[in-house]
Structure formats: C-alpha cells, structure tokens
C-alpha cells in the first residue's frame, strides 16, 4: 500500500485530525546515529538515551528500546507510564533539582540520577551511599541554565566527593535546544577539558540532548551526526580521555520529528478578491501542536484532495486556521504556501511533528486529544491511541495496538 492509500485507510477508520508515526522512519533515524557513531568512534561504547517526554507514546519507545536504546525520564510519573508497558529496565533520569520523595523512588528503583544540585550530591550520599554518583554540570558561558551545578561550584563538589570518600561515576550536560554544530563543538570542548582536569576517572560522559533539526526545510532536515562523531573522536584524542569511558546522547527531536505527522481536514476555503490569499479552516488548532507556535516554527506540508491525491502546485499564500473562537487560533503561527486549486473538502498533512507534538496537547480550548496510529514496519497501521472522549480531555493510550 502507498503512502496516500495509507493515509486514506487510516483517515476512513479514524476520522480527522489524527496523528501518524512510521516506524521505519524511526528506525532509520536510529541507524543512521549508530551507523555514524561506529564509523568515527570504534571501540568506544556509545549509548543513545532518548527522551520519553519528545513523544511519550510508549508504543513508540518499545520499538527504540528494540533498537538498542535506553530511555530518559525526568519525572516520577514517566516512570509508571513506562512501568505500565514493561520498559523500566534501562532508564536514566535527567530531571531538575528535585523534591526528596522523586529522589527516594528512583533510587529505589535503581534509575541512576543526573543530580541538578550540591544539596542532592550531598543527599544522595547520606542516604544511598553505594548507589553511584552522577551530576548534571550547567557548563552555558553565564552559567545561566535553570539547573545543573555550576562550574564556581566544582571545588565545593569535590570537597564534599573527597568529605565522604566517595567518587563521580558520571557526569551530564545539557548543551540548550535547537544547538548548532558550532556550539556543540564549543561546549563539547569545555566539557571535556574539565573532566580531563578534576575528573579523569570518570566513567560516563552525557552529553545530553538539544540537537538542532530543520523543520522549514524539505531535505537534509537532520543533525549532521557524521561530522558530530567525528568531532568527538578528535576531542577525545586530544583530552586524553580514557579508552574506557562510555558516552552518552540523549537526541529527541533528531530521532522522532520526522517520524509523526498529523491529518487535518480541511471543510471551508476562504479567497482574497485577487484569490492569491486564502484562509484554510480546518478541525486542527494550535493547541494539538502548541510547540510550532511556541517557537514561531514553520512545518512541511502536504495538501491531499478529497480523493487523497496530492495537489502539489504551491502558487497561492495562505493560513491553516484551528477551529476553536481564539482570534490567533492558526496550526502553524506564520502564512504557508497553498494550492491554488485547493477545495475545502482536502486534507493537510502536517509533517515532522512525531517529537513536541502529540505528547503537548494543550487542554486549553477544550479540544479531546488526537488518536495516535503507528504505521508499523510491515506497512500495516495500528492504532495505538483512542481519540480523547467528547466529555473529558485525557489521551487515550491503549494498553494493545489494534489493527485498522
Ligand atoms: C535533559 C534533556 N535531554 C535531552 C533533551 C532532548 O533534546 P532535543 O529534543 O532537543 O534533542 C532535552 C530537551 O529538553 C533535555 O532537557
């Protein structure tokens, strides 16, 4: 079955709007990290941790545990969503600085902690002293990231490590979203450099996450993950860092963006005099997508008649307007290239929405959550999320995909 058959398939059993995952996408995202880790950093153990929070569906994150992934949770409730499917096995937490009881429960479920702060060193010491040590370092030029021990404090730390006779076994940073290869390669350095001064023996470097994506591009969207480990390796080399230390990336945006879309349905088209501007009204709204309008963020678009063929000509200008009363109620924040020859019973296609989508449904407005469906590797879609009830506004996921 192509593409637009699929689309057709899932929109007749699910109606509109709805989201959609492709799991070879995801899997080829994953490959291509790996594929590019193996080239530049042969011998070195490279563990890719991705961010239950960019999609959250745990469908999703049983085929990137599959893969060879492990999971990042950042709160107690991630935890049990993840328990709920049997996916707790291989968890980091990379959380903020946090209250005493999340800190008691992930140590009691052995989920190793990127401690945010000195006070959970030191906590964490007095009450779990053989569970090992990792901290989170906010290494940003001014030392402004909302958590993450600075770099002021690091004698303090090590104070307190050499206080209790005890030691690091890891360390993670948290580079900032949307980071460009420049700035990665500049903070990269400033990590390194300092584990190879206070903390040779360290056993796990994190990285993190923040890796910068293309959304308003059609091609060559993704991180440049050749040039990155190539990088890598050269720093390394120059640190002198020990063949034994393992790394870590924590990629969400990288791994998932391209694997979701979301299907509106499109039922009036409003013209300028000149038909060169039009208003598209949908079933969408911003609230189920609210990161493209947070961040002033352009998306792809695919434009299907009502038969699903493609309607590709892109001569007019116009906005995909949400259905709610909200006067700036617009999928996308910014005007869009359309058809010109659009009618308003077409579908849109909004692409590269798999990471920040879905998993931000705002209840505001009121709207019930999409269903979600996984077009598996076999081709064939699952629907692995129930559309929202008319009368509450929870995402539905469903402990067994069904086949549609
Ligand atoms: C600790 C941590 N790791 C990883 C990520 C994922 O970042 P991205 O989706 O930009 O790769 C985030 C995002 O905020 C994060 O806070």
């Given at each position: 079955?192509?593409?637009?058959?699929?689309?057709?398939?899932?929109?007749?059993?699910?109606?509109?709007?709805?989201?959609?995952?492709w799991q070879k996408r995801l899997e080829i995202?994953?490959?291509?990290?790996?594929?590019?880790?193996?080239?530049?950093?042969?011998?070195?153990?490279?563990?890719?941790?991705?961010?239950?929070?960019?999609?959250?569906?745990?469908?999703?994150?049983?085929?990137?545990?599959?893969?060879?992934?492990?999971?990042?949770?950042?709160?107690?409730?991630?935890?049990?969503?993840?328990?709920?499917?049997?996916?707790?096995?291989?968890?980091?937490?990379?959380?903020?600085?946090?209250?005493?009881?999340?800190?008691?429960?992930?140590?009691?479920?052995?989920?190793?902690?990127?401690?945010?702060?000195?006070?959970?060193?030191?906590?964490?010491?007095?009450?779990?002293?053989?569970?090992?040590?990792?901290?989170?370092?906010?290494?940003?030029?001014?030392?402004?990231?909302?958590?993450?021990?600075?770099?002021?404090?690091?004698?303090?730390?090590?104070?307190?490590?050499?206080?209790?006779?005890?030691?690091?076994?890891?360390?993670?940073?948290?580079?900032?979203?949307?980071?460009?290869?420049?700035?990665?390669?500049?903070?990269?350095?400033?990590?390194?450099?300092?584990?190879?001064?206070?903390?040779?023996?360290?056993?796990?470097?994190?990285?993190?996450?923040?890796?910068?994506?293309?959304?308003?591009?059609?091609?060559?969207?993704?991180?440049?993950?050749?040039?990155?480990?190539?990088?890598?390796?050269?720093?390394?080399?120059?640190?002198?860092?020990?063949?034994?230390?393992?790394?870590?990336?924590?990629?969400?945006?990288?791994?998932?963006?391209?694997?979701?879309?979301?299907?509106?349905?499109?039922?009036?088209?409003?013209?300028?005099?000149?038909?060169?501007?039009?208003?598209?009204?949908?079933?969408?709204?911003?609230?189920?997508?609210?990161?493209?309008?947070?961040?002033?963020?352009?998306?792809?678009?695919?434009?299907?008649?009502?038969?699903?063929?493609?309607?590709?000509?892109?001569?007019?200008?116009?906005?995909?307007?949400?259905?709610?009363?909200?006067?700036?109620?617009?999928?996308?924040?910014?005007?869009?290239?359309?058809?010109?020859?659009?009618?308003?019973?077409?579908?849109?296609?909004?692409?590269?929405?798999?990471?920040?989508?879905?998993?931000?449904?705002?209840?505001?407005?009121?709207?019930?959550?999409?269903?979600?469906?996984?077009v598996?590797s076999?081709?064939?879609?699952?629907?692995?999320?129930?559309?929202?009830?008319?009368?509450?506004?929870?995402?539905?996921?469903?402990?067994?995909?069904?086949?549609?």
């Open positions: 079955m192509n593409q637009t058959n699929l689309y057709e398939r899932i929109v007749k059993n699910t109606e509109t709007p709805v989201f959609v995952y995202n994953l490959d291509k990290i790996f594929q590019a880790a193996n080239r530049h950093m042969k011998g070195r153990v490279i563990e890719v941790a991705v961010p239950y929070f960019t999609n959250s569906n745990p469908h999703l994150f049983s085929i990137i545990k599959q893969k060879g992934c492990s999971i990042v949770v950042q709160t107690v409730e991630e935890w049990h969503q993840l328990d709920a499917h049997a996916l707790t096995d291989n968890l980091i937490a990379s959380p903020t600085v946090l209250p005493e009881q999340d800190m008691m429960f992930f140590m009691s479920k052995n989920v190793p902690i990127n401690l945010a702060s000195i006070d959970d060193v030191v906590w964490q010491i007095n009450h779990f002293p053989v569970h090992p040590l990792f901290v989170r370092f906010d290494i940003s030029v001014d030392s402004a990231q909302r958590m993450g021990i600075k770099i002021g404090e690091v004698d303090k730390l090590k104070q307190i490590l050499n206080r209790y006779n005890t030691k690091l076994k890891g360390i993670h940073i948290y580079v900032g979203t949307f980071s460009k290869l420049d700035k990665i390669i500049r903070l990269t350095s400033t990590i390194l450099d300092l584990v190879s001064r206070e903390f040779p023996d360290i056993e796990v470097i994190n990285l993190g996450g923040g890796f910068s994506y293309n959304y308003d591009k059609a091609l060559n969207q993704h991180f440049d993950w050749d040039t990155y480990f190539e990088m890598l390796a050269q720093k390394i080399k120059l640190h002198g860092i020990s063949p034994n230390t393992k790394f870590v990336i924590e990629p969400g945006r990288d791994v998932l963006a391209d694997v979701g879309e979301l299907i509106l349905s499109s039922h009036h088209v409003f013209w300028n005099s000149q038909k060169t501007i039009g208003q598209i009204f949908t079933d969408g709204s911003y609230v189920y997508m609210p990161s493209a309008t947070i961040r002033s963020r352009q998306h792809q678009l695919m434009f299907l008649s009502s038969q699903f063929e493609e309607l590709t000509d892109r001569s007019a200008m116009g906005r995909i307007n949400g259905c709610t009363t909200l006067s700036s109620d617009f999928v996308l924040p910014m005007f869009v290239e359309i058809p010109s020859n659009i009618t308003p019973d077409c579908f849109v296609v909004v692409k590269d929405i798999g990471a920040y989508g879905a998993t931000q449904h705002m209840e505001f407005l009121n709207k019930k959550p999409c269903p979600e469906v996984l598996a076999n081709n064939y879609p699952y629907l692995i999320t129930a559309r929202g009830r008319e009368d509450d506004k929870i995402r539905y996921l469903l402990t067994n995909p069904i086949r549609i």
